[in-house]
């Protein structure tokens, strides 16, 4: 299975901050890879897939970027909604596999 | 509105069975593959398992093959997922997920917009 390795793990940031979390993998998966945001006790939010395509209702604050095997979800001017954890999520082979997720506090 | 409502979650001995069930509403599964992904108390998620839109394709993690089958009625527009052999390790909360399954002419993408709530499956003696 390809492994996908997040980080950093946890984070502190403040409203306005430009935040910036990796996801690694193991292996090349091209641009197959996307990006969820979860709340404690709430079910994940689709942000971005396919690397860069931001879904549709999610603010453009939100972008994804790659180079090689190392993905990154970029938060700019990070707002107190988004306070929560987010995980990659590799879709290149089977079994899907999510990184260890982010937990971006206060 | 667009919804999915997993249940059948509860608290189930070791080796035993459940099976759970997604209750989709505001949009026809039959024109989706769909997904379930758990996640164990306190720690991150783990996708499980996938069925094609009209069920002739199944992928699920090693861990659970043998044990847990995923299935479909479309014209429920329910999705389930038969748990056997039940293992301290399969507690999770169990979440079902629409997969838009995106194409841009080359490639196919995971996109997982909907989700249900999720449903408690707790193993234990």
């Known amino acids: 299975a390809i492994q996908m390795t997040q980080s950093p793990s946890s984070l502190s940031a403040s409203v306005g901050d430009r935040v910036t979390i990796t996801c690694r993998a193991d292996q090349d998966i091209k641009t197959d890879l996307g990006w969820y945001q979860q709340k404690p006790g709430k079910a994940p939010k689709l942000l971005l897939y396919a690397a860069f395509t931001l879904q549709s209702g999610v603010p453009s604050r939100f972008s994804g970027s ?35 997720g982010t937990k971006v506090e206060i | ?29 039959r024109n989706y593959w769909m997904t379930w992904v758990r996640q164990a108390p306190g720690k991150g998620l783990e996708w499980v398992a996938n069925i094609k839109e009209d069920g002739s394709v199944r992928h699920s993690l090693d861990s659970v093959k043998g044990r ?23 507690t999770a909360v169990y979440f079902c997920a629409r997969d ?13 917009d909907v989700w249900g709530q999720g449903t408690l499956v707790t193993v234990s003696a």
């Open chain 2, 100 to 112: 838009l399954d995106v194409n841009d002419g080359k490639t196919w993408y995971d996109a997982f």
């Open chain 1, 66 to 100: 790659r180079s090689g095997t190392v993905f990154t979800l970029t938060i700019s001017g990070l707002q107190p909604e988004d306070f929560a954890t987010y995980y990659c999520l590799q879709d290149y082979t089977y079994p899907r596999t999510f990184g260890g």
């Open chain 2, 68 to 90: 847990f089958t995923i299935s479909r009625d479309n014209a429920e527009n329910s999705l389930y997922l038969q748990m056997n052999s039940l293992r301290a390790e399969d």
């Open chain 2, 1 to 29: 509105e667009v919804q999915l409502e997993e249940s059948g979650g509860r608290l189930v001995q070791p080796g035993g069975s459940l099976r759970l069930s997604c209750a989709a509403s505001g949009f026809s599964i």
